[in-house]
T-cell receptor
């Protein structure tokens, strides 16, 4: 079946603009994660959604970052007033319910802030 | 917060060699993942383990909970194994579901 998809695959924006990144998880996966991978750095957890529970936002680096998950499926990560340090690959992953299940990663969105 | 260290950072091997990548962490965990990231950026989950050993094809992953250490072995390495291998741990605290990642080991297998 279809894997996790993300759009756009690449996004170039100017400093100060807002951007929206989209993630379509695997159908039926109740858990959804957003991660960030900066150049030369490891993956960094941003936010986690599980079903209808309140999301774990503890990894969001500032209040310019927010995310929504509508209808328990598609998720959007929004970055307001982008800064150059926001340039990174933003990865989404989903898994079936049960924290011991494998996470499936999307291809990522490469964000470049000029 | 868990500290995850991987070694080596970079590894070059000749085709056919046996390869070991190490991961250590600082705080007790409920699960450890090994991930593979190819040059195009896509990430694939190789293993998730909480004890003992798992094997899939030429890949073997082991974990020693007492020593807070895991190893990923590749037997009969091949150029297509060239990728970044990432270790990630899930803390054992109640309600903990986020992963903490190592910085990865970049493997290059030369024909």
């Amino acid at each position: 079946g279809a894997g996790v998809s993300q759009s756009p695959s690449n996004k170039v924006t100017e400093k100060g603009k807002d951007v929206e990144l989209r993630c379509d998880p695997i159908s039926g996966h109740t858990a959804l994660y957003w991660y960030r991978q900066s150049l030369g750095q490891g993956l960094e957890f941003l936010i986690y959604f599980q079903g209808n529970s309140a999301p774990d936002k503890s990894g969001l680096p500032s209040d310019r970052f927010s995310a929504e998950r509508t209808g328990g499926s598609v998720s959007t990560l929004t970055i307001q007033r982008t800064q150059q340090e926001d340039s990174a690959v933003y990865l989404c992953a989903s898994r079936r319910g049960g924290s011991y299940n494998e996470q499936f990663f999307g291809p990522g969105t490469r964000l470049t802030v000029l | 917060k868990n500290e995850v260290e991987q070694s080596p950072q970079n590894l070059t091997a000749q085709e056919g060699e046996f390869i070991t990548i190490n991961c250590s962490y600082s705080v007790g965990i409920s699960a450890l993942h090994w991930l593979q990231q190819h040059p195009g950026g896509g990430i694939v989950s190789l293993f998730m383990l909480s004890s003992g050993k798992k094997k899939h094809g030429r890949l073997i992953a082991t974990i020693n909970i007492q020593e807070k250490h895991s190893s990923l072995h590749i037997t009969a390495s091949h150029p297509r194994d060239s990728a970044v291998y990432i270790c990630a741990v899930k803390d054992s605290g109640a309600g903990s579901y986020q992963l903490t990642f190592g910085k990865g080991t970049k493997l290059s297998v030369i024909p």
